[in-house]
């Protein structure tokens, strides 16, 4: 069974850098890109970037470039999203996706992970 | 990027009615590259149609994909109480994926 596992929740105050993770079970992890989707509190949902856990190979968003960092070990098969100052307003649920094989949707969804940035 | 616009926002239906939702781009997508998903309160999100139009595994025949360019249709017949819920269209070009910004089928 394909499963994406993500970390716990997290309650950070502004300045502080924080990593989450995804643990990717069920499948050939080194052969799907997973990406990452923020949801900030009653909004919709917006693609951060994605990485091909093979090679690392990444791609930002445009609206996320510069701000969060994507990366992964392929050896425990587990994906990051990190920020190095987290600010308020990154204060959002965040999931893990696992991109299919084929045509370019997320398959899988991992459960979220719930940051909250507040002083 | 390609900016994708749900219609309407909100749609108040009853239980039994059919649901069309609109998602509309503002450049030309591939048919291949459009996906809709259904979240409900305090869940993930989950796949309910790939390629435009076809279902997702365990996906039941009452949700149908349709659409072609700029232009898609999600449509839900006979809504059933567990079919409201927030609606997502998604699309992918350029090694970029955008969201629209959701339509919420709500109980009338």
């Known amino acids: 069974e394909v499963q994406l596992v993500q970390s716990g929740a997290e309650v950070k105050k502004p300045g502080e850098s924080l990593k989450i993770s995804c643990k990717g079970s069920g499948y050939s992890f080194t052969s799907y890109l997973i990406g990452w989707v923020r949801q900030m509190p009653g909004k919709g949902l917006e693609w951060m970037g994605i990485?091909?856990?093979?090679?690392?190979?990444?791609r930002y968003s445009p609206s996320f470039q510069g701000q969060v960092t994507i990366s992964a070990d392929k050896s425990i098969t587990t994906a990051y999203l990190q920020w190095s100052s987290l600010k308020a307003s990154d204060t959002a649920m965040y999931y893990c996706v696992r991109r299919s094989a084929t045509y370019y949707y997320f398959d899988y969804w991992g459960q979220g992970t719930l940051v909250t940035v507040s002083s | 990027e390609i900016v994708l616009t749900q219609s309407p926002g909100t749609l108040s239906l009853s239980p039994g009615e059919r649901a069309t939702l609109s998602c509309r781009a503002s450049q030309s997508v591939s048919s291949s590259y459009l996906a809709w998903y259904q979240q409900k309160p305090g869940q993930a999100p989950r796949l309910l149609i790939y390629?435009?139009?076809s279902r997702a595994t365990g996906i039941p025949d009452k949700f149908s994909g349709s659409g072609s360019g700029t232009d898609f249709t999600l449509a839900i017949s006979r809504l059933e109480p567990e079919d409201f819920a927030v609606y997502y269209c998604?699309?992918?070009?350029?090694?970029?994926?955008?969201f629209g910004q959701g339509t919420k089928v709500e109980i009338k």
């Open positions: 998604q699309q992918y070009g350029s090694f970029q994926w955008t």
């Open positions: 990485i091909y856990p093979d090679d690392s190979d990444t």
């Open positions: 390629g435009a139009s």
